[in-house]
């Protein structure tokens, strides 16, 4: 059952209701007004509690109420008392995480409205953008007739553009839910108890960590066991969710060993949520009072055999400044220091960042580099600054070079000016590897002269020389990271400056041909924004580097503009060459040796998950240039890494019989 349609100007025409206001009804509210939409809210709140009547009139009201675990079960009665409000012959859609069967029976107590659910999917800390940019719209029908499918359709048009989309059976819908907050709760416990072995043994946890993230079967999300203020599977939905789903398998399955395998489940995390002291009000909610106390008293008794085990051994919280921490490589910098448990302020001035970028948990200025009596008080007591703040691309500096000059030299000198005055540990510079422009051979290594080819490698090359001055003439530890063409989540898709990637995939996604430059045969080095965020972590941990080092942050290996073409799939047009480096191709030898960082992606791997994510289906073609890719890009890998183990040749692997190919 699949619907697929979108949204056109007639769907304006529907008025919407919302009922309930929390962080889910709000939020959903406000991405239907930002879409045009006339929205009616009611909540038991004031100003909204005096619209009951105005519901009633509404097309189609969204439901967005608490239906909580408690310790007497599943309460599903706020839901069965505000469906009500809806107008006879309207569509109500619950989107409170309901067992499995309540649409259905709500149906039945209901029977003069059309009840259809559709499970929510956003996440607390980027809920605005989650709600206007869903993976998901799912729509589950009670019956399944051809007037529910066309009351689902109804709904189908209004919902933001998703990628995936599926009307099925309410049933179905009602456990996908579960199905997603429980696996995530079950991965969080996993991962807390890997993270305790990977204590006990030794192993050091990031890199563990970090290696798991770059299977896309993992994922990165849930791999931190401290999260937010504590650990185990805490907030809002994973402690109600789990309990409802305990009773549910309880009741409708009933195996012993499942049930046995749920409870120390369930009791793993309340030992984790307890003992970190995390979302202790929202366990009470579900298990009562008790459980707390009864797990604080067998913690006492246990505080004396066990160590106390610290999240983040070798360093404590460190107070971190991201100057650009709005904008895409930023972005993901101030998420992952604030994972790891650091403090973080951001400065910003949102000329290219984005609001919805920011994690909550920073403290943000938007504030102009530009401006130094401004952001210079924001650095005291700030032990790194991660200098991320830029004009960036080439194009737009050639086509002005005073802006981006502007920013890129003088907002980076106020930036050095205002870390040496504060007494920062670190600067950690963020220059391009547009600073090689055109050179006779690759791989670049950092010692060949750079020849910058267009105003905006200028700019970083003096960026780079001020940080190696700052160093010299001040003291000031400081190290610049020559990073190789960024992708991932976040990355430019619209607008005049967008990288290739960027280009392609909106291209393709838009049915257009892929517009490619001369002859294609320009090749880029393209380095994955995780891996970038992590070698800005390690420039910041590492005592080798602080004396205005430069080091290349690139993936080690290039595409042709033809094969990235290629790997993206669709027909492709010719258009004008423009004068611009042949390849950029990193020697990352370095940052092994001085940061012990590693590439852990490779961009036809991610091209390949984040299509389908996006909506782009491949042929079989794409899909066998992509396996042969992974073939070759594997064998190469092994090769360069056993090379510097001991230059060992590709005949000389194959013969290695202790290696699993
Ligand atoms: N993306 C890449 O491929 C790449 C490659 C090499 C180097 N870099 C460098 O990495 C850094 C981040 O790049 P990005 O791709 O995330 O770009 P981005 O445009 O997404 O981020 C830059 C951020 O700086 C902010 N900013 C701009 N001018 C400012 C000002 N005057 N005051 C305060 N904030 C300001 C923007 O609002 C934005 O949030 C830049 O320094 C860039 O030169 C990026």
Known sequence: MRLIETMSEHNLDKKIGFIGQGWIGRHYADDFERRGFKVVRYAMEAPHNKNAEAIKECDIVFIAVPTPSTPQGFDDSILRQVIKCVGQGKIAVIKSTITVGTTENIQAENPGIFVLHSPEFLTEATAAHDAGNPHRNIIGLPIDNPEYRQKAQTVMNVLPYAPYILVCSSREAELIKYGGNNWFYFKVVFINMLYDLANKTGARWEVVRDAMAADWRIGRTHLDPLHKSGRGAGGHCFIKDF?????????????????????????????????????L????????????????????????????????????????????????????????????????????????GKKENINPQAKFFELDIRNFNAIRPIFEDVDYVFHLAARPRVQPSIIDPVLPHDINVNGTLNVLLAARDAKVKKVI????????????????????????????????????????LFNKVYGLPTVSLRYFSAYGKRMLMEGAYRLVIGIFLQQ????????????????????????????????????????????????????????????????????????????????????????GWEPTMDLHNWLKEHKKEIGIKDEEAVEDLENELHSAIFADDFLAADKREGDLTMEDLLQDNRRDF
């Open 508 to 595: 393709r996604l838009e049915g257009k041909p892929l517009t490619i430059a001369g002859d294609g045969e320009n090749r880029r080095d393209f380095t994955y924004v995780f891996d970038i965020v992590r070698a800005n972590i390690l420039a910041a941990n590492s005592d080798k580097v602080g004396s205005g080092e430069i080091i290349n942050v690139g993936r080690g290996r290039s595409y042709s503009v033809n094969e990235l073409a290629k790997i993206i799939g669709g027909p492709t047009v010719s258009i004008p060459d423009r004068l611009e480096p042949k390849e950029t191709f990193a020697d990352n030898s370095l940052a092994r040796e001085l940061l």
């Open 429 to 468: 510079y963020s220059s391009s590897s547009s600073v090689y422009g055109f050179q006779e051979k690759v791989p670049l290594q950092e010692n060949v002269a750079p020849n910058p080819a267009s105003p905006y490698a200028l700019q970083k090359y003096i960026g780079e020389q001020y940080c190696q």
């Open 281 to 352: 009000d929202l366990l009470a909610g579900v298990y009562g009072q008790e459980v707390i106390a009864k797990n604080q008293n067998k913690k006492t008794d246990q505080k004396a055999q066990s160590p106390v085990i610290s999240l983040v051994p070798q360093r404590k919280k460190a107070k971190c400044l991201v100057t650009g921490g709005a904008g895409f490589i930023g972005s993901h910098l101030v998420d992952e220091l604030i994972a790891r448990g650091n403090e973080v302020v951001i400065i910003d001035n949102l000329l290219t």
């Open 243 to 279: 309990a409802a789903f305990q009773d549910l398998y309880q009741d409708r399955v009933g195996d012993p060993l499942g049930i046995e395998l749920l409870e120390s489940m369930k009791k793993k995390n309340i030992d984790l949520l307890v003992s970190s002291n995390k979302d």
